[in-house]
């Protein structure tokens, strides 16, 4: 079957810097997403990656390899805003799209 | 109209009775979507469109039917609605199908069947 993992919670310190993991089995591959949402609020998204490396945008990162079924988001100079669920996607090879159940990011001052 | 909007907010609904969540998105996307979303679970897929005139199954499609009779909504309807449809929904959209490219979230309907 499909699969996609994720943490449930994390906690981390307002200013520092937290990883949040994402691994995959998926019948193909055609791009990973990553979405925020706040709670009781609409998804959004914030990166996409299919080729393996990592994707900067300010400061969200996102990490791809294929090769082990993995990614990460990496925020840094964390702020209190940031706490909200992150939800990884995969695009399997019929293009359907796999959601992990999110990762619950608590941000303590 | 900013983007995608949803109608009602939430709903409270008795078992039995028949229920059309609205979806309008003014992006001129292509594609729309439908999702449940529960505790502890994944976006789930109802069904989808990947432009107007056209309909598909997802994950979860059984009591539920949509129609896209033009590009900017895309009605979701519950014919006989159960207690395992309480939920929370979304409709989505992107600028091409086949679930591609980025999706657009409206803010939801929190439907609560009793």
């Known amino acids: 079957g499909q699969n996609i993992d994720q943490p449930t919670e994390m906690t981390a310190t307002e200013g520092a810097i937290v990883q949040i993991n994402c691994t995959y089995q998926?019948?193909?591959?055609?791009?990973l997403f990553w979405y925020q949402q706040h709670a009781g609020e609409a998804p959004t998204f914030l990166s996409y990656?299919?080729l393996d490396g990592l994707e900067e945008k300010g400061r969200f990162s996102s990490f791809l390899s294929r090769s082990k079924g993995y990614s990460y988001l990496l925020l840094k100079e964390l702020q209190m805003k940031d706490s909200a669920s992150y939800l990884c996607?995969?695009?399997?090879?019929?293009?359907?799209?796999?959601w992990g159940a999110g990762t619950k990011l608590i941000i303590k001052p | 109209i900013a983007g995608i909007t949803q109608a009602p907010t939430s709903q409270i609904l008795a078992a039995g009775r028949r229920m059309t969540l609205r979806c309008t998105q003014d992006?001129?996307?292509?594609?729309m979507y439908w999702y449940r979303q529960d505790l502890g679970l994944g976006l789930r897929l109802i069904h989808y469109s990947n432009t107007a005139g056209t309909t598909g199954k997802g994950e979860v499609p059984d009591g539920y039917s949509v129609s896209r009779a033009n590009t900017d909504d895309f009605p979701l309807t519950l014919a006989s609605a159960v207690p395992s449809q309480t939920s929370v929904y979304f409709c989505?959209?992107?600028?091409?199908?086949?679930?591609?490219?980025?999706?657009?979230f409206g803010p939801g309907t929190r439907l609560t069947v009793l």
């Open positions: 998926t019948s193909g591959f055609n791009g």
């Open positions: 990656n299919v």
């Open positions: 992006m001129r996307h292509n594609a």
């Open positions: 996607a995969v695009l399997d090879s019929n293009y359907q799209l796999i």
């Open positions: 989505a959209s992107s600028m091409e199908g086949g679930m591609k490219s980025e999706q657009f």
